[in-house]
């Protein structure tokens, strides 16, 4: 079955740099998009950032975009998450998510979420 493991979550101040990965198994790691999102406490999940299966293509949410940046090593099934110039408004439990299409698609959920790592940003 497919399995997503998320690492790399921690306490860092504002301004620095966090970077998270996703260990996935159990699928065909290349032919699937892969994305992240994120829900804060009291706030509903919200996407962040998405890659295509090839890697290609990459999507962020405008509040990220210019400071995260996805990346995917499909030789070892493992999706990464950038984060630099943190802010605490990017506090939050970061999950990884594969979608069932080759691409992102907006709109589209993932079909499989990792259990998620938490990030917090201190001021």
């Known amino acids: 079955q497919v399995q997503l493991v998320e690492s790399g979550g921690g306490l860092v101040q504002a301004g620095g740099s966090l970077r998270l990965s996703c260990a996935a198994s159990g699928h065909t790691f290349s032919s699937y998009a892969m994305g992240w999102f994120r829900q804060a406490p009291g706030k509903e999940r919200e996407f962040v950032a998405a890659?295509?299966?090839?890697?290609?293509?990459?999507y962020y949410t405008d509040s990220v975009n210019g400071r995260f940046t996805i990346s995917r090593d499909n030789a070892k099934n493992t999706v990464f998450l950038q984060m630099n110039s943190l802010k605490p408004e990017d506090t939050a439990v970061y999950y990884c998510?594969?979608?069932?299409?080759?691409?992102?698609?907006?709109?589209?959920?993932?079909?499989?979420w990792g259990q998620g790592t938490q990030v917090t940003v201190s001021s």
């Open positions: 890659i295509s299966g090839s890697g290609v293509n990459t």
């Open positions: 998510g594969k979608y069932l299409t080759r691409d992102y698609h907006s709109g589209y959920l993932p079909g499989y």
